[in-house]
């Protein structure tokens, strides 16, 4: 079977046509692939202004260029789109299986506008492609929903990616959901459920084919073994992303709403118990590593429940914010964000929010419906999730995210959101780990922890040398180059886990890159790191079209102003206007306005973008 | 793919040993198959005494002669054990998909026994079986368990059987369930949850070796004609079993604990109403039949609510008993049903009985902890299903069984529990429908429709004569005749809507028979109908063996001496001793004790159980 490659698919639901084009060689060889096409593509095609849950918006799903071969932990897909929660330009990232079946079926790219009159999802399999009817679909949970697209299409191998009853809601934070795999942040499933998309369904049985085999096998060669003499491999492979020790150690596991920085009794979330309650391990198609795993909680009044993870940033979702260390209730509420089809980390961010809001009396018993936001008690957590989900009762205003239900209870309540760019911070104090806040600062799709992940700060890796968590010194130049280096890591699209542990170095990344596609550019690290950089620049300049500039680089008061009471980051807060302008300056960007100078953006040949 | 078939496999879950033995060949002449085999291994090995949920207890699974075959609406499995509820011999039944595995992988039956010190499951697959440990599903609902088993062992096509909550929590009626098909009566779930047994899993590529391949392929062929020429087939194609339309109408859909004959608002469950929620038709494998619905509900309360049927005795579990109408209530606690692992019917009527306990004021408020139940009020069925699944609160006392439940309330609950042997009542009421009474009356396993269901009471079907359904004259014979024609057709193993339909000629049935096993005999109806006679009497005297007979052949008084208040049935009770003595007559058994003669067990080639 072939015949069908590299394609781009275009979807208009408003009138239900579909239309397919070639990927253009150009785009290849300018942007490599994955995040440098969503945002070239995005880019260009989302009028600047477009509301993101109107019928002008677009989404954007891509898989890699190395997604559905024997390359290790590239087989991911990525969503693009203008995002609902944060208005900025947004990039979405999974793993799973979905990405594989995408590619062989044909597809590079699904490029959808428009807004279906009625539920559709949309079938690809093989070069073919259709809108199919969803109305009996809607209504369903993620895990239904795959259930019952396999049972219609009578194939159980099918890979999707669908939205739950949040999507359809409109919860601003809805991810899109394959198995239990989240394209988690800023709204993706919100998107599709604005466009009546329930979900988006894919089956191939196409080899994916290459530029030079034997070269490209010589490649994977390498990067396995590259693998193996890693001591992290074997590390990551046993406990995943399994880290709460290490950061309440550091004492930047953010607590009570980032006022704290080590939650009660964290023991109980140590890796050796989590070990305990580890049923088996997962993994994604074509990655060795198998960090996943299916965990399960035998004890506790959660006895029973279930999940796919949970990962880092969801165990402290539910137990940081609520100062309660309860992994049963963790293990609960991350399966019903995946059934509901919910990002975990802003759902927690924000539940947590409204916990110091009932604190500080902002919001009573009556505002909740008789629920007990006090911190120790995490049992309400279930209850919330299910209301925000279907926006019932004060769920409706917590769907909105932390930042605009603050908005709409007034002006005292806005510091308690925390957030850069309406996303909600991930589970590291930024006052604990510089780097880390610089780039939750200044990453295109607001706090962010993937986009520039600094491994120095946690793990000590010391490339591109070593750095003190603390000082805000230096962290311009090293933040520059953690977004770089991941920005070029994501057009393959390897796993952004990989990066972190320096599991695969540039040369073999670049031999992989011209094994499959023939571009010999790509052999260059000098030129991957080019197109890194052109792409988070560009992706800057969307933001700045849109309006976005240094006033929206910016933490609420309590990271900048306020002090980790206690712990190994005591006294600590976030030099926010200093490092800036010290990244500003790493970027050659103006530090005046936080925008790419002109001189910058010709040098990348992003001149097209300059003075938009 | 060969060298394995008709194979027994016998499991003791006490030490682990795992072993297989050929079919015996006179057992296939003697029992063809199915229900034959099931009663006669059953009364073989199974000492009497035996306790249900004890380490000597046995349960066996069978895949009849015509399964995995393209012979249609035959690919069923059976389970046969001692019921935990009714203390009698048991048998339950189901469709679906995974009888096919089963025969494919080269096995007649699964004989169990024992009991593992942990949660362990079986797989078996082409000719090979192994126990596998299932602590870590322990507790997960049986969706969970079908996903995480295909996972575990990298098949999505796997199929099985397999427990939920309710079944590990010993609620005595727990079904077995495979995808949303349920072996619901009795306590199969019970008897394997006794024996640390989460699940049985089946996959097989072999091809099901036919005696004559030719003469095989003519019948179906005739089987396939006569299914379309029949008028019946368009009919239940198109709404199943979706007739509460018909019962109501006749005044005989039993409502507020079989007190009155039609629920208000019952247009609600009409079927044009179904059309409307109807997703898709489902079928098992093998029968072009397709009676199986999904179906959704997109308004009320329980919007988005969905489920795989209901059928009709699950429409009424949840309406009739509750004296409630609701449609959206009844596919939300059908999918909670199959989800935790419940029988929808025994679920339904308990809860209903209940209710009466609750009119009566022999249970409050602080009984129920607080939900009201009272009639037109559905609501607290989901949460009471959760309560019995889970035995908390007042469900601990309901996961009993209606009978069991009385006995521990007093005296003067007894009556309320409407159960023969400690069977709840499916959804027919005795008095508008007598030879219906007087096999929920006589059928071994307690009050079950399936066994000897009279079409011609309730569609007129004019086979073997007309009857009227409120007589209780003749009824005697008619119950025979329905029973034993069930029990030959229950070999096949023939879908037990079939025969009520008059959807197989008993000459077909038997071609189809000579041409899978090559033995002459079959073609012969006379020894198909002495064969099914055969079964009917080896179940009763299993029974009688354990010390049952005509006391246990008795309906609760509401039955026998309250007469429905109006409609078409008004003033009618249930003739019990009338009925009995005229059916123990038609059968050939004493009509002082109910216990079939030497001479009749003689004819029937059962001396070997007169006297036991």
Same mark, same amino acid.
């Given at each position: 079977m072939a015949g069908y490659k590299n394609r781009v698919l275009r979807v208009d639901l408003s009138n239900g046509t579909l239309s397919e084009e070639p990927l253009e060689k150009a785009l290849i060889q300018e942007y490599i692939g994955g995040r440098g096409f969503g945002v070239k593509l995005l880019y260009d095609e989302l009028k600047p202004?477009?509301? &993101?849950?109107?019928?002008?918006s677009e989404m954007i799903f891509i898989s890699g260029p190395?997604?559905?071969?024997?390359?290790? $932990? #590239?087989?991911r897909y990525k969503v693009f789109f203008k995002s609902p929660l944060t208005g900025t330009y947004f990039k979405s990232c999974s793993g799973g299986h979905m990405a594989k079946e995408m590619k062989c079926a044909g597809f590079d790219a699904v490029i959808i506008k428009g807004k279906s009159d009625k539920p559709v999802y949309l079938w690809m399999h093989d070069g073919k492609y259709e809108l199919k009817d969803a109305a009996y679909l809607w209504g369903l949970d993620c895990d239904d929903t795959h259930t019952l697209i396999r049972e219609e299409l009578h194939d159980p191998n099918i890979r999707m990616g669908c939205i739950g009853p949040a999507g359809e809601h409109g919860v601003k934070y809805a991810g899109i959901f394959s198995d239990r795999r989240a394209c988690g942040r800023g709204g993706g499933g919100t998107v599709m459920g604005g466009k009546n998309l329930k979900a988006i369904a894919f089956r191939g049985h196409q080899k994916v084919e290459l530029a030079d085999k034997d070269a490209f096998a010589a490649a994977v060669k390498e990067q396995i073994a590259g693998y193996k003499a890693n001591p992290m491999f074997a590390n990551f492979s046993k406990?995943? +992303?399994?880290i709460p020790e290490v950061t309440n150690t550091l004492g930047m596991y953010p607590t009570k709403n980032f006022r704290e920085g080590m939650v009660p009794n964290?023991?109980?979330?140590e890796s050796s118990e989590y070990l305990k309650l580890l049923v088996r391990k997962t993994g994604c198609y074509?990655?060795?590593?198998?960090c996943g795993s299916i965990t399960k909680i035998?004890?506790?009044?959660?006895?029973g429940a279930w999940t796919e993870g949970p990962e880092y940033e969801t165990i402290w979702a539910f137990t940081g914010p609520m100062a309660k260390a309860d992994i049963g209730l963790t293990i609960a509420a991350d399966k019903l964000c995946d059934d509901l089809g919910l990002d975990t980390i802003s759902t927690g961010s924000t539940i947590g929010f409204a916990y110091e809001l009932y604190e500080k009396g902002l919001i009573t018993k009556k505002d909740t419906g008789g629920l007990e936001l006090t911190?120790?008690? $995490?049992? &309400?957590v279930m209850e919330l999730i299910r209301q925000i989900a279907y926006r019932k009762g004060i769920g409706d205003l917590l769907a909105e995210g932390s930042r605009e239900a603050a908005r709409r209870i007034g002006k005292?309540?806005?510091?308690?959101? /925390?957030? *850069?760019k309406g996303l909600e911070l991930p589970a590291y104090d930024p006052r604990g780990a510089k780097a880390h806040g610089l780039n939750f600062l200044t990453c295109p799709i607001g706090?962010?922890?993937?986009?520039g992940y600094a491994p120095?700060? /946690? #793990?000590?890796?010391? *490339?591109p040398k070593e750095y003190d968590? #603390? +000082?805000? %010194?230096e962290k311009g130049e090293l933040t520059k180059w953690n977004q770089d280096v991941t920005a070029f890591l994501e057009t393959g699209?390897?796993?952004?886990?990989m990066p972190s542990m320096g599991m695969l170095s540039d040369e073999v990344y670049g031999k992989l890159l011209v094994g499959a596609?023939? *571009?010999?550019?790509?052999?260059?690290p000098a030129y991957l790191w080019h197109v890194g950089e052109k792409i988070f620049n560009l992706e800057r300049m969307f933001n700045v079209r849109e309006?976005?500039?240094?006033?929206?680089d910016a933490f609420p008061r309590?990271?900048?102003? %306020? $002090? *980790? &009471?206690?712990?190994?980051?005591?006294g600590q807060v976030f030099e926010q206007e200093k490092m800036l302008t010290d990244y500003y300056r790493a970027r050659g960007w103006?530090?005046? +306005?936080?925008i790419p100078t002109e001189k910058k953006l010709k040098e990348l040949g992003l001149g097209f973008t300059a003075g938009k």
């Open positions: 202004g477009t509301d &993101p849950l109107g019928e002008d190395l997604a559905g071969t024997n390359a290790q $932990s #590239f087989s406990a995943g +992303t399994w964290w023991e109980e979330l074509s990655c060795m590593v198998h035998g004890r506790t009044k959660y006895a911190y120790g008690n $995490s049992e &309400p005292d309540a806005e510091q308690y959101a /925390i957030q *850069v706090a962010d922890h993937n986009t120095q700060e /946690i #793990f000590g890796a010391p *490339v968590r #603390f +000082t805000p %010194e699209i390897l796993c952004s886990f596609t023939g *571009v010999k550019e790509f052999a260059d309006g976005f500039g240094k006033k929206d309590r990271i900048t102003e %306020e $002090s *980790v &009471p206690e712990g190994p980051g005591a103006d530090t005046e +306005t936080g």
